[in-house]
């Protein structure tokens, strides 16, 4: 890092506001002077590797989050918004890009938001999502919830007091203190349903499709929907939805995320992170999870003090069809990018079903990620019925993974798989397999000659 300039004027300014500090005041806590921090937070100096430590010790200032905390998303972020057609005849070249960030960052920031709830013409034309709404608050927060960990955290301690069995322990409190019990019902009584909360009957309603972890999982959402209702009310007002559907599902976002940390509370699941390497399987076999369930709970490791590393995830079809995306404290666009490569072994997992396959790649203008993904299965199926699959991928940034269990063998400083982020984003030049010329790059068309891709474009 002593070697790498890295600029981080928006992050430094975004922490010295969030703490209520002038720049003069900033400045006498970090050591240095005024006028050295105003040229630090206009870009015009590098963050020193020094003064990053500092940083850390004051004010908690995460250094894997900078690319996140950056305007937009970054440079990065920025330049797959610009690829645009409906940019093509701007022509921006990245000096262009780079002094627009540094110049005017809330600017920034307001282009991307403006550009992320709008979308294109025909986003416009349906209204907001209300999926996409909820994806853009949990980011916000970096799929991290304290409130919701700390009481999830405080409830496993008390549960394991009286029974070693999470689920059995869940199932007495529901039926003691909310006069609720659990039930387990034939799939012919429930053949549409998985989970059923029936106030009448004072039941909580499982289908006998579940497994141990779903069952599990079910029941400590519906203790999360009644004994954290503070705190997920507070977090909803927070969000601010003006759509009522959008308000629902990141509800439902909040009460999954607190039955995984029921599950897996912080801090013991922290430890045994750190101590198998992050071994998803295991770690599944110690909590009584599932993949989904331990692979979704990776992304959230960032606790003030106490911070794992910075995972994303995304879930996937064969059709490449994203239904979850989760990038944490990443900032990864592998996944909030509409697009994937496939040249990505996320899409070759469904070939061998319940293989973990591990893969290093390098992702044009985003770095080295080492990722891994494994099939899923949801819940529910029987025998005759339309078989669903998915593939769960999950990664951090080359240069964090040497601590996994899954990177042994593999030389994170050795030749990567080139990849892209979609072939309308990727620049990517003579790749075998595009499949589309990428947006915003005139095509060029050469009928005397044919290279290893049917597009030709214009590098730059």
């Known amino acids: 890092m002593a070697e790498q300039k890295i600029l981080a004027g928006y992050a430094v300014r975004r922490v010295r506001r969030q703490a209520g500090l002038t720049q003069a005041a900033m400045a006498d806590a970090l050591g240095i002077s005024s006028s050295y921090l105003n040229l630090l937070e206009r870009n015009q100096r590098p963050l020193s590797a020094a003064l990053l430590v500092r940083l850390a010790e004051q004010f908690d200032f995460d250094a894997r989050g900078l690319a996140a905390n950056e305007p937009g998303g970054g440079e990065g972020a920025l330049r797959r918004r610009l690829a645009d ?66 009481a999830a955290e405080a409830l496993a301690d008390e549960l394991r007091l009286g029974a070693g069995d999470l689920y059995g322990a869940i199932a007495e409190r529901l039926r003691v203190r909310h006069q609720l019990t659990i039930r387990v019902l034939p799939v012919d009584v429930m053949p549409d349903a998985l989970r059923r909360l029936d106030l009448h009957a004072r039941q909580l309603q499982l289908s006998e499709l579940l ?23 507070a977090l909803a007002r927070g969000g601010g939805f003006g759509d009522r559907v959008a308000e629902r599902l990141y509800r439902r976002h909040l009460q999954s995320y607190f039955a995984a940390a029921l599950m ?20 599944q076999r110690r909590f009584g999870a599932g993949f989904e369930q331990v692979a979704h709970r ?163």
């Open 264 to 283: 897996m509370p912080y801090a013991r699941f922290l430890r045994a992170c750190e101590a198998t390497g992050y071994d998803v399987e295991l770690l």
């Open 85 to 150: 057609p409906i940019f093509a005849d701007l022509a921006m070249d990245r000096a262009e890009l780079i002094e627009w960030l540094a110049a005017a960052p809330a600017g920034v920031e307001a282009f991307a938001r403006a550009y992320d709830r709008m979308g294109t013409g025909d986003t416009v034309a349906q209204g907001p999502d209300p999926v996409a709404a909820v994806r853009r608050e949990v980011q916000r927060w970096r799929n991290h919830f304290p409130d919701l960990d700390a």
């Open 211 to 233: 497994d141990p972890a779903s069952r599990a999982f079910a029941a400590a959402f519906q203790l999360g929907q009644i004994e954290a209702r503070g705190e997920m009310d």
């Open 298 to 460: 990776l992304t959230t490791l960032q606790r003030v003090g106490a911070r794992g590393l910075p995972f994303f995830m995304v879930r996937i079809d064969r059709a490449g069809q994203a239904s979850k995306r989760f990038s944490g404290a990443s900032g990864a666009a592998l996944a909030t990018a509409e697009g994937r490569c496939p040249l990505w072994h996320l899409h070759m997992a469904f070939e061998r079903p319940g293989a973990l396959h591990v893969q290093l790649v390098g992702v044009e203008g985003e770095g080295r990620w080492l990722t891994m993904a494994r099939t899923v299965a949801p819940q529910g199926r029987r025998y005759g019925a339309t078989a669903a699959e998915f593939v769960v991928g999950l990664g951090v940034t080359a240069d964090l993974a040497g601590p996994l269990a899954a990177a042994r063998g593999i030389d994170l400083a050795g030749a990567a798989t080139p990849i892209g982020l979609g072939c309308r984003q990727c620049l990517r030049t003579n790749c075998p397999q595009r499949s589309a010329a990428p947006a915003a790059r005139p095509l060029i068309v050469d009928e005397g000659e044919r290279g290893l891709s049917p597009f030709r474009f214009a590098a730059d």
